[in-house]
């Protein structure tokens, strides 16, 4: 655990110092970059492949959303949450040792048996699409809180979808 804490300390540095470098650039320039067979930026003097800046921002984008909520009794993914799905598995296929914790949350309805129940299908669920792209079982863990840690305080409807939920959390 503290190995993988110090190799992302060591990636986010050097993720803020490729950004540091590309910022220097002329982003005015009017032409897209090249698509030759050389895909090295021969003038940054870096070895960094064109477009791995913006790639790396897009990934990291879409990685802040990571929530795929439910329906009422369910833990059938939403088509609407695939590109979720979709973020988090090209992210763990393009680092073979990142690992992610997949952590299931229901609504306070049900009795707490019941709902850690439910909240492990949801969490499983996740987990399973993401193993059906291709993402190894050794990169995801799977936990379930129930009902224990609401993201929302309430007793109306509104606060329990919120509730209903699946979160992946990096590690």
Known sequence: MIKNKILLSVVAVSML?????????DKTASTPPSTSSSAYD?????????????????????LTNNIVYFDYDSSSIKAEYASVVDAYS?????????????????????????????????ANAVKDALLTQGVSAAQVSVISYGEERPAAEGHDESAYAQNRRAQIIRQ
């Open 17 to 25: 110092a490729l950004g540091a470098c590309a910022s220097k650039g």
């Open 42 to 62: 021969s003038t940054a003097g870096q070895g960094t492949q064109l477009g791995d800046e913006d790639a790396r921002a897009a990934a990291e984008r879409a």
């Open 90 to 122: 090209k992210y763990l296929a393009a680092n073979p040792v990142a690992k992610v914790r997949i952590e299931g949350h229901t609504d306070e309805r049900g009795s707490r048996e019941y709902n850690v129940a439910l909240g492990e299908r949801r």
